[in-house]
């Protein structure tokens, strides 16, 4: 109970997903009379169909939410710690790009086992429910009822003093809201799409090191593999449609993988990568941004439903995460009060959320194609230097984002500045390094052409002593 009155606050969760039963953890945690509604049935007892991604990589904000309702150290026993990309060339030879320091990993997590776990951390909660087979048709928000429609087809009209749609990136919570004035809404499909294969254990073992998130970058498209406590791996190929559509036949698909990425067909088996490419189409992905994420104290937007993502930072579920630890924060700070913590949330995560869909998208073209690059690779090991020396000014882009909860539109901005030093550092380097040799060259073959160089060294030595003070970024 609280301050409202006699009885507690009811709260409808629309959808079961992951970011779904976390907030309804949080929720009842708060001792809220919590109801979640998921259109589909109980996936402990489902027979799953193939279609959505199976494996997610859980880092910092993701396992911080966890923490809070005690459910870290259950999940992360599950997962498999990936430590380095690692790069494999057309060749056949591998390179590792570490994440972060030794102690630092991101962790390959199951979806459905993970969804599983949330779900049964729900139901422990005496003033919670889960209803499956409920599908939300309309949504009141100014009087805060909505009409479900459950197994018997009878529709239901309900009354909650919170509604939080939770329900993915075609979300029918937010299609209630776009109906509101002032309401602003974007979305983006990208012209890749994705496919999902498998390379088996070999000899009862990982085909590949295990530690690692596989990457096969072939510029314009790409394929990784996650593994799985079974000792599988799922393979992710991400190209653009026209590509896939160009796969015609087994032959095709055969002579693709072959081509582009051969060390990888023996590993998955032809037969089975004959079979399993035509299982399902390409999937599309999308890129959803809004604003606001609530409506006054009745309606909020939490997770893909607020802010669906591309999945190239692995940010997805992390961000939908600390979506409910933030708000979990607010609630704290605010004691409860809706009409002071639903505002705030929109006001304090929308700057956030907006950027990490930003980054995802430029990651992609980092995953498929700037690793690469010899560049790329001095790029980040000068970062991880100066992050060894520095370790409070520079932290890379990716510490930032996957292993802190530095805002998420913070470490964009940290991380623009940081590449103007960076640049005008290398610049300046190479400055000297060219007048050092033009002086070196001069000294070798004209010694008394020496004198004339008194005023190029007289700027270097006003540079030497600009060096001292801050630069103006």
């Known amino acids: 109970m609280d301050s409202w009155g006699t009885r507690p606050k009811r709260v409808a969760v629309i959808g079961g997903g992951l970011v ?19 259109a589909r049935e109980d996936i402990r007892v489902a027979q799953l169909a193939r279609g959505r991604s199976i494996n997610l990589a859980l880092s910092h904000r993701g396992r911080q939410a966890l923490k809070a309702l005690g459910l870290e150290d259950q999940i992360v026993s599950q997962g498999i710690p990936m430590r380095a990309r690692m790069i494999h060339s057309f060749s056949g030879k591998k390179s590792a790009i570490p994440y972060g320091t030794k102690s630092q990993y991101i962790l390959s997590i199951s979806r459905t086992n993970l969804n599983k776990d949330l779900l049964t951390a729900v139901e422990r909660y005496p003033n919670a429910k889960v209803y499956f087979g409920h599908r939300l048709l309309t949504c009141n928000l100014e009087e805060g009822t909505i009409t479900v429609l459950g197994s018997d087809k009878v529709p239901t009209d309900v009354t909650y003093d919170l509604i939080v749609g939770c329900d993915g990136a075609y979300s029918t919570v937010r299609s209630f809201l776009m109906k509101k004035p002032r309401f602003d809404y974007s979305q983006q499909y990208i012209p890749h799409g994705y496919m999902e294969l498998t390379i088996p254990p070999r000899d009862g073992d990982f085909a590949m090191e295990p530690n690692y998130l596989h990457i096969w970058p072939r510029n314009t498209f790409m394929m990784i593999a996650l593994p799985n406590k079974n000792k599988t791996f799922t393979c992710t190929l991400f190209m653009p449609f026209e590509d896939f559509e160009k796969l015609q036949t087994s032959r095709d698909v055969l002579d693709f993988f072959h081509k582009h990425f051969p060390d990888a067909v023996p590993l998955m088996g032809e037969q089975a990568l004959a079979r399993d490419f035509f299982l399902l189409p390409a999937q599309a992905m999308i890129s959803v941004k809004c604003s606001p994420f609530h409506f006054k104290s009745r309606c909020m937007l939490m997770g893909d439903a607020a802010h669906a993502i591309v999945p190239f930072f692995g940010q997805g579920m992390n961000a939908g995460f600390e979506d409910c630890l933030v708000f979990d924060e607010l609630m704290e700070k605010f004691n409860n009060d809706l009409s002071v913590c639903l505002p705030e949330f929109s006001r304090f995560r929308i700057p956030d959320d907006h950027a990490v869909s930003d980054l995802s998208m430029y990651n992609y073209v980092e995953m498929r194609a700037h690793v690469n690059s010899r560049w790329f690779i001095f790029q980040k090991n000068v970062e991880r230097l100066l992050h060894a020396i ?17 805002r998420y539109h913070e470490a964009v901005l940290r991380w623009r500045w940081q590449k103007k030093v960076i640049n005008k ?19 070798s073959t004209a010694p008394r052409r020496l004198d004339y160089l008194r005023g190029p060294w007289d700027w270097v030595t006003s540079l030497q002593h600009s060096l001292k003070t801050p630069w103006s970024l």
Do not use: W
């Open 425 to 443: 550092g290398f610049f300046l380097f190479g400055t000297l390094v060219a007048i050092g040799s033009a002086y070196l060259l001069l000294r």
């Open 390 to 406: 520095m370790p409070s000014t520079f932290i890379p882009l990716y510490t930032m984002v996957t292993f802190s909860r530095i």
């Open 20 to 38: 779904g039963s976390l907030n309804a953890c949080f929720l009842a945690k708060r001792n809220f009379q919590v109801d979640v509604y998921e």
